[in-house]
Nanobody, 121 residues
Framework: QVQLVESGGGLVQPGGSLRLSCAASGSILFIDTMGWYRQAPGKERELVAV???????NYGDFVKGRFTISRDIARNTVYLQMNSLKSDDTAVYYCNARSVRTINGISNNSWGQGTQVTVSS
């Protein structure tokens, strides 16, 4: 079973920065896609950023150059550097991994427990 553990959330002032990390574990051989989604109170979960092996990252429209996703394939880890944060970015951020090949087979879709990001003065 694939496990995803996020870290790096917290409280930050508007205009500030945060870096989220997500480490995957579980006898993993290869991860095709890793990414970040977020869900604010009363809203649906939405894409923040996703990166598939061998392809350029995709970002949600609201990112507008403020966030950068990166992966350390050897460490099965994905990062999200968030700059110029706004109050609208307040949400729970979830790590996602898709098409994960493990010694036991393929895990199609896995989620982390989420990390809270609050942007407030």
């Amino acid at each position: 079973q694939v496990q995803l553990v996020e870290s790096g959330g917290g409280l930050v002032q508007p205009g500030g920065s945060l870096r989220l990390s997500c480490a995957a574990s579980g006898s993993i051989l290869f991860i095709d896609t890793m990414g970040w989604y977020r869900q604010a109170p009363g809203k649906e979960r939405e894409l923040v950023a996703v990166v598939t092996s061998g392809r350029s990252p995709n970002y949600g429209d609201f990112v507008k150059g403020r966030f950068t996703i990166s992966r350390d394939i050897a460490r099965n880890t994905v990062y999200l550097q968030m700059n110029s944060l706004k109050s609208d970015d307040t949400a729970v951020y979830y790590c996602n991994a898709r098409s994960v090949r493990t010694i036991n087979g393929i895990s199609n879709n896995s989620w982390g427990q989420g990390t809270q990001v609050t942007v407030s003065s």
